[in-house]
């Protein structure tokens, strides 16, 4: 295979990764475009989407940021062509499969209550519920599901045991309820 083949068939997974981090957010092309200000045209994204045009590392860092993603997110999850995209030359890991579920209700948080509380409890767990994103590639930003193997480092930043984890967030109002 060419370089020239390599690089637009890595483009097209580009494209794929990003069309998947827009429709987890649930936006539409136009949606992207008003939101940002027109900094990034329906147009343009949409050929990026499809692979028909490249994007500068540059713009990809702005469109990481608009998303509120890590950048590495919007790649796909190899390591790429030969030549590289990847700085560690490592594959980004894919945790999306689900575990199984042990007996007990889901925890699940809303996601979009964590500006709310702060300090040093609060950081910490916005950055493990972070963590928790980017392994599972899950950005759809409202909600987040905690799996059984999560709880104990849950209980560890709330200063909790695993059975009183759940009503520790309710009590920080970071729970979600339908």
Do not use: C
């Not at 950055?127 to 599901?145: A, K, W």
């Amino acid at each position: 295979m060419s370089e020239i083949n390599m690089t637009q068939e890595y483009s097209g997974r580009v494209g794929e990764r990003l069309r998947a981090i827009r429709r987890q957010k649930r936006l539409s092309l136009q949606e992207v475009e008003s939101s940002s200000k027109q900094e990034f045209k329906a147009s343009v994204l949409g050929a990026y989407e499809r692979g028909e045009r490249a994007i500068s590392v540059p713009r990809l860092q702005r469109l990481a940021r608009f998303y509120n993603v890590p950048v590495d997110q919007l790649l796909p999850t190899d390591a790429g062509p030969s030549f590289g995209f990847s700085p560690e030359g490592d594959p980004i890991i894919d945790l999306t499969e689900r575990s199984s579920r042990r007996e007990g209700e889901p925890i699940t948080i809303d996601l979009t209550k964590l500006d709310g509380p702060s300090g040093p409890e609060s950081e910490m767990l916005g950055s493990y519920l972070t963590m928790i994103q980017v392994q599972r590639q899950d950005f759809n930003g409202r909600v987040l599901t905690i799996r059984q193997n999560d709880l104990q480092a849950l209980a560890a930043i709330l200063g909790t045991g695993i059975e009183s984890v759940a009503p520790r967030l309710d009590m920080l109002g970071l729970r979600y309820s339908p």
